[in-house]
């Protein structure tokens, strides 16, 4: 097993009152996904990954810093936007951990059910809400673990964190 530090190739924070998530892939889509309710004031980064040229990971670990808490914060939801999509591979498959500094896993799953292509696929938040706040400053990664052959990192994969401001 390798680890590797992953590239991201842009990120983008959008800060404000309003959450109909809206999939940055789809360009000129009209419509959104209400996937939850959140009360006060969000921000949301998007972060587009460089991927492996459709090279399966096998057992090795890519590790993409994607943000610096700006404020302290706490993380509502986090989506993988896969531009291709992943078949069904109960055997190799990949595992996402959104991770914050300490390290402490803030959202967890794994791939080995599919995900469709260009369809917001939400990944697991901890159910303990310490886990999942942010302080001002820390930093948030993703890590991506292949199992046996693992599977792609998708080239313009996006990942989206959304953060609810606590303070």
């Known amino acids: 097993m390798t680890d590797y530090t992953g590239t991201v190739k842009s990120v983008r924070a959008s800060p404000g009152a309003a959450f109909p998530f809206v999939n940055p892939m789809a360009h000129g889509q009209q419509a959104s996904y209400s996937l939850m309710k959140i009360d006060g004031i969000v921000e949301t980064y998007c972060a587009r990954l460089a991927g492996t040229q459709y090279a399966a990971i096998g057992t090795d670990t890519y590790t993409y810093t994607l943000f610096k ?99």
């Open 69 to 167: 808490a700006p404020r302290k914060c706490i993380v509502r939801a986090c989506y993988i936007i896969d531009p291709f999509g992943q078949t069904v591979d109960a055997t190799n498959y990949n595992t996402y951990e959104l991770i914050k500094t300490g390290p402490v896993t803030m959202c967890s799953r794994t791939d080995q059910y599919s995900i469709s292509q260009l369809v917001p696929w939400e990944v697991s938040l901890a159910a303990t809400s310490a886990n999942r706040t942010l302080a001002a400053g820390n930093t948030v990664t993703l890590k991506i673990s292949g199992t046996v052959l693992g599977k792609p990192i998708t080239d313009g994969a996006w990942v989206v964190v959304v953060c609810e401001l606590t303070e």
